[in-house]
């Protein structure tokens, strides 16, 4: 999946990079800039196994691409000296001393770096197999929990499967009923109690309720339907079985909870 | 100090609705942070959203009081069930557990409450002391000092976490990157990836805040047992006084590791998870009982305690001077601030800008010390609930507030497209060590990064020398920042790579 993750961002960063030459100058400076940041770094992970052979090209590459922009800008206008000088140089880098470059992308790439220790600390290249292993030892750098290990790896994708969901029923129906849907959902997955899980499912739509109330009634719309279902306060059936109006009842629950 | 500035800012705290919001973030920070598998960040980034309708004053309080009050509330469950609620609290579990399981909890908890609001208070009562020579360096640096600032911040920060060093710059690049899309808001360019009116405007950082955040952690708690008490932990009411006694007759420790916490809290990408471990392993090295360590010291407690808490102060210092993160908890305040209308920088500190607020929060932050100890005293007998609730509770609703909160802001379909897409895209950056703080700090950042960037090169005619050559434009800090951000990033490959080439 790590690989899945650097394509993404490697594709996007190209895409992003090569759509912004149609912005003016002034607005394409910063996205091209950063766009190329990302698809050079997603590049150079993506081939950290052969990084001794790709560096030296990535950098004779980016070191040609900056001396032909900056050399045309001088002899055009003048300017663009500095990026020329950097170009002439990562060139000079990548082809003269490709041992060492290939060894320094190497490090760059593979190895953590340690701030308060005098040395940095040097390892082997990690392979594909090796870091889901050091994925799972290592401690993230999450601000939740310490210790980061997935004990049962169905959780994560049916939580995501779950939230997709989520989205097209909110898209369909709107978030005031999708959310207490996806609740009950939930509470099917991990087989809750029903009583707890009635207790649960309550208590999201009367949370949904209170946006709809107090922060958004368009939340109750779905987007690409237009439907917006009856919310509860406008439920005659519900007003003429409890005999009392709706919307204070809940607008109370909304209050206790 | 502007004295009457901050006399303002005392009038603009002390009345109940701001009062009110102060109670509430505190409370409901210790709450968030003694669930095992939320968080500060988790719980600061729901609650954004909620504070659209708040005055931005009302807004930034109550998120660092959940800010504050979340560094105690982590310790409940590292003491009651040896699970830290937060990161910050980790080394709190190598003494508080063992205390807990030798019947002290109550005491171990008191301490912790004590130590906390101590370290809180005295840190706080620093920065406000430190705050005119602060003020007078936010002042003195200008635009493109502020895009180097932001820049050496995600160095920084690349460097210290964890992973290697070209997955935190990936990270903070693909973070920057995503401001891009949209029109250029600060400088007014037009500027369209794509022609669909639905990304005119962005993608919404708070979107990207809750994704990585909050659905990110909820995936990843999916996938995880435990972390909740199966039993009942007896928490007894007498060891509360022992708890306060063994913290103020420790002041010493409570000092230093509040320092220590500030010191460190101010380093961007550091944050409480570090200051929490450099405190207690100053704890142990400088005692006389190295070896009792572990084992249930009350010393251990009260350092790591204390130094979490003394981490927030410091964490503001970057925040608030030049919008750069020192922790997770503090990106999502600076997405506050600038939900708000809010610029982190010079104007945070000038009378006539938002100095009273900037004062305001800070004694808002004092208050809320006060109010850990005397809440979290109080309530020691009862926190053990906390710690007994199932996380297959907490997902669902945590998922839905995140769906309702970010949906409600602009009712933009986009907005739940991008916290399922950077959900699933944290969930898989933490997993293999990419840096979340550095792609959170460049999504905060993007903005105003650019903006400095544009003006910078405005000013210079468009060259990139005036971040490098001082004669030309008479600005000596960036070169100096320059050669700084230089020497972070490239400086020990360069070193490696002389060295290869002289053997």
Redesign the interface.
Known sequence: ??H??LL??LV??S??FW??RE??P??????RL??G??AV??F??LVRNYLKLMGPVVVAGLGLYWLYGGGTAYLEAG?GL?RTVVGAALLVAGVV?R???G??AE???????Q?LGEE?VTGDVPTDEG?AT??DE?????????V?????????V???V???V??LL??SIG?LYA?PI??AM??AW?R?NAG?AAA?VG??FV??YA?YEF??S??AEG?ITGWEPTPPDELPILEEFLQVPVAELVTWSVVVV | MSFETFVDAIFALFNLETMIWVVAGVIIGIIVGGLPGLGPPLGMAIILPLTLPLNPADAIILLIGVYSGSMYGGSIAAILINTPGVSSSAATMFDGYPMSQQGRAGTALSISATASAFAGLFTITALLLFSPLLIEMVLAVGTPERFLVALLGLAMITVITRGSFAKGLLAGAAGLLVTTVGSAQPIALDRRYSEHLLLHDGIDFVAVLIGLFAIAEMMKLAGQEGGIAEGNVEINREGIMEGIRTTITRPVTVFKSGMIGMIVGAIPGAGATVSNFVAYSEAVRSSDEPDTFGSGNEIGVVASEASNNGTVAGSLVPAISFGIPGSSSTAVLIGGLLMHGLRPGASMFQADGELQLTYTILLALLVGNVIILGFGLAAVTRLGYLTKIDTDYIIPMVVVLSFLGTYALRINPVDIVTIIVFGVIGFYMVRYNYSVIAFVLGVVLGDIAEDNLYTSLQLSDGSYMIFINPFEYGRWISPILSLMIFALLFGPFIKRAVEGIRS
Not at chain 1, 26 to 31: H, I, K, R
Not at chain 1, 107 to 113: C, I, N, R
């Open positions: 999946m790590e899945v993750l993404l961002f996007v960063g895409y992003m759509e912004a912005f003016s002034a607005a394409a400076e910063f996205p950063m766009a940041a990302t770094l997603a150079l992970i300017e500095f001393f041992k060492q470059v060894e320094s490090s760059f790439v593979a190895e953590p770096m701030v940095d870091d050091e994925a290592e401690e993230s750098d999450s601000g939740a929990m310490y980061y290990e997935i004990d049962d790896p169905r959780g994560p049916v939580t995501g779950l939230c997709v989520y989205m909110t898209f978030m959310s996806f609740v939930w509470a991990v809750m707890k649960l208590l999201s949370t949904a946006f922060i958004s368009d939340i987007w």
